[in-house]
């Protein structure tokens, strides 16, 4: 099945500055790569998402991009503000037949310094 | 807006009880899925529907059972409780079809305490 792994597991950065999280996943099948941020005490909401036929979509200060041939995909926040911390969780579509479901990644903690 | 919900915020149950967790979701989404979320372990897909009545093991289905009986709503149900069940229980769900498929929307989660 679908392995998706996210490093580092903290990340901490000064306000204003830039934030890349990376992740990796296993199956080349894999056409769907989300990011959900989550707040706490909240549930996770999707931020931004890449399907496979792109190699990079932006919104706002945000962006994503995907590397197929290697197999991982990069959050790119710019200009981060202190309401960007978060738990940000990367994730990869599994296909199973016609259905999908999603795999995870553990997550990382972004901790923006004012 | 896709708004999923859960029965409860917060339950408490005892070791051995029979647990019920409910999701409804009001878009029409012929999937729905059961996660479980703990620190540092990330979301963790406990079970999973793609079909009113169909369900399909995720990756921790062990002392978990799910029932999909309409399309809007999927149960988790513990059959007999135990402490290292104590967790955050997410239910999502997601369409096939249009702008936003595969794209999953959470509920509000339920924090679950075993005693």
């Known amino acids: 099945g679908e392995n998706v792994e996210q490093h580092p597991s903290t990340l901490s950065v000064q306000e204003g500055d830039s934030a890349v999280i990376k992740c990796t996943y296993s199956?080349?099948?894999?056409?769907?790569f989300p990011w959900y941020k989550q707040e706490l005490g909240k549930r996770p909401q999707l931020i931004i998402d890449i399907r496979s036929n792109v190699g990079e979509k932006k919104d706002q200060r945000i962006a994503v991009t995907l590397n197929k041939t290697a197999k991982h995909f990069s959050l790119h926040i710019t200009e981060t503000q202190p309401e960007d911390s978060a738990v940000y969780f990367c994730a990869a579509n599994a296909i199973s037949g016609a259905n999908s479901k999603l795999t995870f990644g553990k997550g990382i903690t972004l901790s923006v310094r004012p | 807006d896709v708004k999923v919900t859960q029965s409860s915020r917060y339950l408490v149950k005892r070791t051995g009880e029979k647990v019920f967790l409910e999701c409804v979701q009001d878009?029409?989404?012929?999937?729905m899925f059961w996660y479980r979320q703990d620190p540092g372990l990330g979301l963790r897909l406990i079970y999973f529907?793609?079909?009113?009545?169909?369900?399909e093991k995720g990756d921790i289905p062990e002392g978990y059972s799910v029932s999909r009986e309409k399309k809007e709503r999927f149960s988790l149900i513990l059959e007999s409780a135990s402490t290292n069940q104590t967790s955050m229980y997410l239910c999502a769900s997601s369409t096939n079809r249009g702008p936003t498929y595969n794209e999953q929307f959470f509920g509000p989660g339920t924090r679950l305490t075993v005693l």
């Open positions: 199956d080349s099948a894999s056409n769907y």
């Open positions: 529907s793609y079909d009113v009545k169909m369900k």
């Open positions: 878009m029409d989404h012929e999937n």
